[in-house]
C-alpha cells in the first residue's frame, strides 16, 4: 500500500510563491514518476508538472518559467511554484505510479491541497 500527502498549500498575493510537498510512504520499492495536478472550480482536473525516477520533467505551458518540480530523496517531491498568478487557484493533487516491494505497480492519489492567489 501506499500513501502520498500532500501539504504546503495556502492564501498568497498574486507574484507570489507557494512550496507545495509530497511524501510517500508505504511498501515502496521505487518510485517511477510523480505528477502534480490541479482541479479548479468547475473545471476539469489538469496535469501541471511531472518528474521521473531519472529526473527528467515535463511541464504544462501555461507554468514553464514559473513552476519547478524536483525530488528531495526518494519518496518527497516538491513542486515550487513562483510568479502565482489568480488563475493558478485550484487544489493541486499528487499523483505516483510506485512499484511495491511486492513487484505490483500501482497508481495513488493525494488527498490535495489547496491553492489561493488572490489578486
Do not use: H
Not at 15 to 39: D, M
Amino acid at each position: 500500500q501506499v500513501q502520498l500527502v500532500e501539504s504546503g498549500g495556502g492564501l498568497v498575493q498574486a507574484g507570489g510563491s507557494l512550496r507545495l510537498a509530497c511524501a510517500a510512504s508505504g511498501s515502496i520499492s521505487n518510485i517511477n514518476f510523480v505528477k502534480w495536478y490541479r482541479q479548479a472550480p468547475g473545471k476539469q482536473r489538469e496535469f501541471v508538472a511531472g518528474i521521473t525516477s531519472f529526473g527528467s520533467t515535463d511541464y504544462a505551458d501555461f507554468v514553464k518559467g514559473r513552476f519547478t518540480i524536483s525530488r528531495e530523496n526518494t519518496k518527497n517531491t516538491v513542486l515550487q511554484m513562483n510568479s502565482l498568478k489568480p488563475e493558478d487557484t485550484a487544489v493541486y493533487y499528487c499523483n505516483a505510479e510506485v512499484r511495491l516491494t511486492t513487484r505490483a505497480t500501482v497508481s495513488s492519489w493525494g488527498q490535495g491541497t489547496q491553492v489561493i492567489v488572490s489578486s
